[in-house]
């Protein structure tokens, strides 16, 4: 068997990243895979593909165990950023649009490259001795590789792709995402800032919820220089924010974004949505709770008076809720229904139910059954925004049986024939 | 503005879902003789094929709690019977469900009732026809006119799925015409509307 052939083309994908190896040896370890260890020849290739990649630091090139490799010369065509595919090498022209620290003395530099059709994070080795890129510039770059890092694609920079700045003057105007259509990765937005929450951290200089007419997403900057804060209630570009992904919930991060700020107003969706059926589930953690009274806190606390970042605190703040099911037969829909809601739809006012927790021998949960009593199983209507899968219920009311419907649906029954 | 959206999984996949719960009336409940597991998974819900071609893990009843026994001593658990316009569900609750066992054991019947609860078909032994109870999660008083809401919410799904029967056919309806050939749901037609026609006004 002539092996000449595969070896030539294994050496000319490196010969294109700019690396020089011996023909003759790959010829001699494909004989070696194939001959003695009666290894298929494709998975010869590229296992050896592979071995050189890592002997000259450099990701292995992606391409099937079987695919056609002898088409493709390298593989590095020119693409759309969009267009990227992780373990494919590409060609692209891009501006660089954010420069972050590097976070590792490999890395030389790492941000994010944009095209007017996306944008992708890169990162640039220190091994690869390529010349230092500027934020806001435009550049060719030749002969870099795709792959995939946390998840989210990644642009990596070895030894073998060529930088080219580009001179003439391109502009380059990006176009806001829906929220609703995020994807993991790189994204830009048209949002309002709707609601500023708690930093949660102590490197975390800002968080809260960016809405536009499509839905909400949440937000945070973390802690840097020069890093400022967003301004309640205002509408902002936000272009180049990294879309994380968690829990299968996304969230923005904002510290390599482009922000800009604009006078327009947003009507903020939110999710409104109005749900009917019947509760199916009051959950553990419904009727009466306290609530942790350091500012800006809120948390509900155990039954020992704990809040999870403040501790022990004796002097906590009641508060009722319901954390339950609304299901109507097709699909059951996680509500939290708040206080003042609570109290209408119970009849059970926060003052009863505290006299209740206080002298019932049962305490807080003479509250919970009570409350399960007056609304399990019974048809309900709720309103309210719809976060993350779950309705926060702001208005809600008990269904009236329908006459009208009644007679429909006998009209409906009876009328079809049978 | 995503680098590659063809790639990433959709937004909500792998989160899990409450399975809903099905309304059925006991007519059509007492005929189901087939259940199932999605999946290999030994967390996988099981689920009873209703005749009318729709599979249902949990359902929601709302009838009268005529009777209410204990059984058993080590294992002790309560039986009950609950009626709907159409007929009698098997409901019961065991010390598996100490929640569900002690809200039963608090109703003296006669009373209207909400159940949610999870169905499953029972054979004492195989001579014995199969019985279809229902494993109460939770229980509740209610009045009349819930009664009266869920036949008609009852009534209103059962036809959607009568209708739906005889269009497109999804891989439970196929199912559904394989596992009981002998059974026509337009029958269920006619059980809804009787079920509702008992509703005074």
Redesign the interface.
Known sequence: MDYSEAANRISRKFASGGETPDVKKIEGKLKRLVDEFGVQPSEAERSVTNELAKEFNLPAPGFGTTAGSTGKNGGTEEKKIAEGVPGEWVTIEGKIVALAAPASPSIAQSGIIADESGAIRFVVWAKSNAPAMADGSWYRIESAVVDEYKGVANLKIHSGTTIKEITEDRSLIPTPTPIKDLRPGIGGIRAKFVQEWDASHERMLQSGLLGDETGTIKFVIWKEPGKEKLVPGAVYNIFYAQVDEFNGRLSLNLNAATILQEEGEIEVSGGEATMTGAIVHIAPGSGIIKRCPVEGCNRALSRQNYCPVHEIQPKFVYDLRIKGWLDDGEKTHNVLIQRDVVESLTGISLAQAQEIAENNPLGMDEVFIQMREKILGRYIQCSGREIDGRLLVNKCEKIAFSTAEHTALLNRAGGAPS | ?????T??PA?????F???????VFAAELRECRYQFKDGEDEKSPTFVLLPSGERSN?I?I?GTLTEKTRQGEQNMFYRGRVVDPTGTFFVMAGSYQPEAMQQLAKIEPPQF????GKASIYQKDPASAPLVSVRV??I???DK??R???V??T???T?DRVDAFTKEPTPDILKAKEQYPTIDP??F??I??DA??Q?K?
């Open positions: 503005m995503s680098t590659n959206a790639d990433m937004r909500r996949e792998g989160q879902e409450r399975e809903p719960a099905r309304r949990r929601f709302v009732v909400a159940v949610i999660e939770s509740n008083v209610v006119e819930t009266d809401q869920w008609l919410d009534a209103k799904h036809l337009s029958l037609r006619k809804a509307y509702l026609a509703i006004m």
